[in-house]
């Protein structure tokens, strides 16, 4: 067993799943699948080949070219995501054949190491077992593959991300210790199909990140910021065709505004803009000084360019409205809907700069999807 893999002792398993697959689910999936793949057979053999797996077993199997075709599409229809111009060309890491906690650590890592490819960032999907009538598939717990800890302090405030503190007393109180930093990279907590749950620390390999700097600013360096590479979400499972694939991590790549605009300003996550204010020199004492919207642009700058030095991709949020927009105008002409929601999809600054501002969205919700349940 590798070193940074821990086995842990089991603790409370969900229920087996115990529902068959809704026919009807399936056979839209399939006949969706062949009108946009028509070289891929008689769609009518495969939707007898389906009722008759789900009629004996409660579930079917989808082959690799449905599996592929389902999680790009689960992207097209992701309605929170402006990144989707590049839907097709999402890596889908077939791995169906995994239950056990440990291959799905050892995958995860491998999933990271290809993704970040030295900071060139592939959109790439790894899928994992599926829950079947009494068995479920594989789980991780945590909601991205790369988070911050966030240490409750003896006065109770939080060291690094408020966001990740339940998580983080839950990761420690199976045995996992990290050096109270602002920056500790949480370790992944795995649940296997059967069997106890583990708990993977992920090698320093497999994990880039960048310092934050400022190509003005030569202070900003001395606030000690920094953010991972790879935005690769496991907390949601992938919908395809009645059929549930809990363990999917995903990923794109970063939009600036992301990190600057988000998980570095916001009050209940990092809360950097009153520091970047102080080190401006801004008037902190009135709002009408919009000393927010300052420190705000600047701390923005400031992940765009260190992205940028550091050779890892990344786009603005400017570039990317209009790349959405590009994709909108694709989808309307092959005929299809593209849904999205308006809150989602302006970018958390300067949203009224940006061309998704002006206009309403298709707000209904398309199967395959990625979705949150657990």
Same mark, same amino acid.
């Given at each position: 067993?590798?070193?940074?893999?821990?086995?842990?002792?089991?603790?409370? +398993?969900?229920?087996?799943?115990?529902?068959?697959?809704?026919?009807?689910?399936? %056979?839209?999936?399939?006949?969706?699948?062949?009108?946009?793949?028509?070289?891929?057979?008689?769609?009518?053999?495969?939707?007898?080949?389906?009722? =008759?797996?789900?009629?004996?077993?409660?579930?079917?199997?989808?082959?690799?070219?449905?599996?592929?075709? !389902?999680?790009?599409?689960?992207? =097209?229809?992701?309605?929170?995501?402006?990144?989707?111009?590049?839907?097709?060309?999402?890596?889908?890491?077939?791995?169906?054949?995994?239950?056990?906690? $440990?291959?799905?650590?050892?995958?995860?890592?491998?999933h990271l190491r290809e993704a970040t490819g030295e900071g060139r960032i592939r959109p790439t999907i790894t899928v994992f077992a599926p829950d079947m009538p009494a068995r479920r598939g594989p789980r991780?717990?945590?909601?991205?593959?790369?988070?911050?800890?966030?240490?409750?302090?003896?006065?109770?405030? +939080?060291?690094?991300?408020? =966001?990740?503190?339940?998580?983080? $007393?839950?990761?420690?109180?199976?045995?996992?210790? !990290?050096?109270?930093?602002?920056?500790?990279?949480?370790?992944?907590? +795995?649940?296997?199909?059967?069997?106890?749950?583990?708990?993977?620390?992920?090698? !320093?390999?497999?994990?880039? %990140?960048?310092?934050?700097?400022?190509?003005?600013?030569?202070?900003?360096? $001395?606030?000690?910021?920094?953010?991972?590479?790879?935005?690769?979400?496991? !907390?949601?499972?992938?919908?395809?065709?009645?059929?549930?694939?809990?363990?999917?991590?995903?990923?794109?790549?970063?939009?600036?505004?992301?990190?600057?605009?988000?998980?570095?300003?916001?009050?209940?996550?990092?809360?950097?803009?009153?520091?970047?204010?102080?080190?401006?020199?801004?008037?902190?004492?009135?709002?009408r000084s919009l000393w927010r919207d300052h420190a705000l642009v600047e701390l923005n700058v400031a992940v765009l360019h260190s992205f940028e030095q550091a050779g890892v991709t990344m786009t603005d949020?400017?570039?990317?409205?209009? =790349?959405?927009?590009?994709?909108?105008?694709?989808? %309307?002409?092959?005929?299809?809907?593209?849904?999205?929601?308006?809150?989602?999809?302006?970018?958390?600054?300067?949203?009224?700069?940006?061309?998704?501002?002006?206009r309403y969205y298709d707000e209904r919700t398309l199967k395959p999807a990625y979705v949150h349940h657990r």
């Open positions: 067993m590798r070193t940074w893999i821990r086995s842990l002792r089991p603790f409370d +398993i969900h229920a087996l799943v115990e529902r068959t697959i809704d026919l009807r689910e399936a %056979e839209r999936f399939i006949r969706q699948f062949h009108a946009e793949n028509p070289g891929s057979g008689d769609v009518n053999a495969r939707l007898r080949d389906v009722a =008759r797996d789900v009629a004996r077993y409660g579930t079917y199997t989808h082959t690799v070219e449905e599996l592929t075709f !389902g999680a790009r599409v689960a992207w =097209r229809n992701s309605n929170r995501c402006i990144g989707r111009l590049y839907w097709r060309s999402l890596k889908v890491r077939d791995r169906r054949q995994v239950t056990g906690a $440990e291959g799905v650590a050892l995958e995860c890592v491998a991780i717990l945590n909601e991205q593959l790369i988070r911050y800890a966030g240490h409750r302090a003896e006065d109770g405030s +939080i060291i690094g991300d408020p =966001r990740n503190a339940a998580f983080t $007393e839950l990761a420690e109180s199976h045995g996992w210790r !990290g050096r109270s930093g602002r920056f500790d990279v949480l370790p992944l907590l +795995i649940e296997p199909s059967f069997g106890p749950p583990l708990l993977c620390n992920l090698p !320093g390999d497999a994990v880039l %990140e960048v310092p934050i700097s400022h190509p003005e600013y030569r202070w900003f360096a $001395e606030l000690g910021l920094r953010w991972h590479a790879v935005p690769a979400i496991s !907390g949601m499972c992938l919908e395809i065709g009645g059929i549930c694939y809990p363990c999917a991590p995903f990923n794109g790549w970063y939009m600036g505004a992301e990190i600057g605009a988000r998980n570095l300003a916001d009050p209940d996550r990092y809360d950097q803009l009153p520091v970047v204010a102080e080190r401006l020199g801004l008037d902190t004492s009135t709002e949020h400017h570039t990317e409205s209009r =790349r959405f927009l590009t994709h909108l105008a694709r989808e %309307e002409k092959a005929g299809r809907v593209c849904p999205a929601d308006w809150s989602w999809i302006v970018p958390p600054i300067s949203g009224g700069a940006t061309p998704v501002f002006h």
